[in-house]
T-cell receptor
């Protein structure tokens, strides 16, 4: 069975700090790794990673995938209170098209 | 606002009942995905439809069924409801059928009493 594990489960930092969130996966016929941010309600899409070693960047957020070691990291620099959310990663595979989500990392930014 | 709409926002019903959740995808998106999110289980993929056809099935119970209509809106039917079915049900849509960027609706919170 496919499995995605995120760590840490919860993280509390001060505004301005840099954080790294981890996502490891065991997905058969792996296709891509997706990152989402979930605040109060619906997850919002952040990144889709398919190739190893290529960093994707959007403002203060960046992410990279390591297909050899089967993990991805999400970095957030100069954190702001608006970054407080649950960050979800999901693995996708070829063939049956389903997403397998991790349970998320709850990030809290203290002003 | 993702462009995906879901109705109703909240639903409270009794055990044994049947409910229908509705989702309208973003304009131009052909794929609709349904997810269940409960506190103890995280986000679970239920089922995907692409252009009216079932494309992928996840952890969907036999008591649940879904369909996608010609206008691409989708309905998720939950029957013989149990207390454990209480959860947030999300719909997401994407352009293609292969797990591309998915845009989530606001969710329907179902409470079974």
């Amino acid at each position: 069975e496919d499995k995605v594990v995120q760590s840490p489960l919860s993280l509390v930092v001060h505004e301005g700090d840099t954080v790294t969130l981890n996502c490891s996966y065991e997905v058969t016929n792996f296709r891509s790794l997706l990152w989402y941010k979930q605040e109060k309600k619906a997850p919002t899409f952040l990144f889709m990673l398919t190739s190893s070693g290529i960093e994707k960047k959007s403002g203060r957020l960046s992410s990279i995938l390591d297909k050899k070691e089967l993990f991805s990291i999400l970095n957030i620099t100069a954190t702001q209170t608006g970054d407080s959310a649950v960050y979800l990663c999901a693995g996708t595979n070829f063939g049956n098209e389903k997403l397998t989500f991790g349970t998320g990392t709850r990030l809290t930014i203290i002003p | 606002d993702s462009g995906v709409t879901q109705t109703p926002k909240h639903l409270i019903t009794a055990t044994g009942q049947r409910v229908t959740l509705r989702c309208s995808p973003r304009s131009g998106d052909l794929s609709v995905y349904w997810y269940q999110q409960s506190l103890d289980q995280g986000l679970q993929f239920l089922i995907q439809y692409y252009n009216g056809e079932e494309r992928a099935k996840g952890n969907i119970l036999e008591r649940f069924s879904a369909q996608q209509f010609p206008d691409l809106h989708s309905e998720l039917n939950l029957s013989s409801l149990e207390l454990g079915d209480s959860a947030l049900y999300f719909c997401a849509s994407s352009q293609g059928h292969s797990n591309y960027e998915q845009y989530f609706g606001p969710g329907t919170r179902l409470t079974v009493t």
